[in-house]
Structures are given as C-alpha cells and as structure tokens.
C-alpha cells in the first residue's frame, strides 16, 4: 500500500466522521473507496477524503442525501476535464448556483436560530441569582 492511499480509520480522524458513517456514505453511494488493500481493506485517497469533506459540510445545513448525491455528481461532471458542450456546462453552473443559493438560505437560518438561541441564554442568565456560580453538567441533556 502506497503512502497515496489511506485506511479508513485515518480517514475517519481526518474527516471527524465515524467509520459507521463513511461506511454508510459508501452504501449509499456517496463516496466509493479508490481501492481495496490485499486483505480487503477500504483504501481512500485525499480525493475521497475532500468528497467526504463536502459531504460532512452539508449534513448540518440540512440538505438531504439524494441533494449531496446531485451536488457531487454536478461538481464531479464539471471538474471531469470532459468536452461539455455550452448548453450542459451552463446548465451545471445553474445547478451550483442553486446549490449556492440553497446554502446561502441556510445560513441565514442558522443565524437566525443561532440569535434566538443566544436571546434566550441571555434571558436565563437574568433570572439567575448574580452570585450564582455556573453548575456544570447541565440538568437538561443536549
């Protein structure tokens, strides 16, 4: 095994994904490892761990497994270095574009909530004695 191929245990560190997670990205098609070792080990390679990059940058906004699979199969198709003709490169550059402005929205909402969320602490924190001291765990499981 050359040092170009990583095991899925470093990937997992890189990625900070489980390996039940990337294994279930591989069921679902969303990334494939490169290669296999001799013994059948998942072999990945920095492209695969760049795919799983994206692929963990999008959970958290929210976009479905079927988006991640259109949004990869877009930017795999733009960056394949094959002849597209005018007609299919500006409709992939449209779909980034809504990808973008999908993502975009997210943000915004994620904001949003992220400010209602700190009101709110900020609303708790006022009704606490000023001589409290924090407690720490907290008595509401997260």
């Known amino acids: 095994m050359g040092s170009e191929h990583m095991q899925i245990g470093e990937v997992a560190a890189r990625t900070e994904l489980s390996?039940?997670?990337?294994?279930?990205?591989?069921?679902?098609?969303?990334?494939i490892p490169s290669a296999r070792s001799q013994g059948g080990?998942?072999?990945?390679?920095?492209?695969?761990?760049a795919r799983l990059m994206v692929i963990r940058?999008?959970?958290p906004?929210?976009?479905?497994l079927d988006a991640m699979r259109d949004l990869l199969a877009t930017t795999d198709r733009l960056d394949s270095g094959d002849e597209l003709t005018a007609e299919q490169r500006e409709e992939l550059v449209e779909r980034m574009r809504g990808f973008e402005q999908a993502t975009q929205q997210r943000v915004r909402d994620l904001r949003t909530?992220?400010?209602r969320a700190e009101e709110f602490a900020?609303?708790?924190?006022?009704?606490?004695?000023?001589?409290?001291e924090p407690q720490?765990?907290?008595?509401?499981p997260m």
């Open 19 to 31: 390996l039940r997670t990337i294994r279930h990205y591989e069921d679902t098609g969303l990334v």
């Open 41 to 49: 080990f998942r072999l990945y390679t920095e492209a695969d761990v």
């Open 57 to 59: 940058r999008m959970k």
């Open 61 to 64: 906004l929210g976009f479905t």
């Open 113 to 115: 909530q992220l400010a």
């Open 122 to 132: 900020a609303t708790l924190r006022e009704h606490l004695p000023r001589d409290a």
């Open 136 to 140: 720490l765990p907290s008595p509401f």
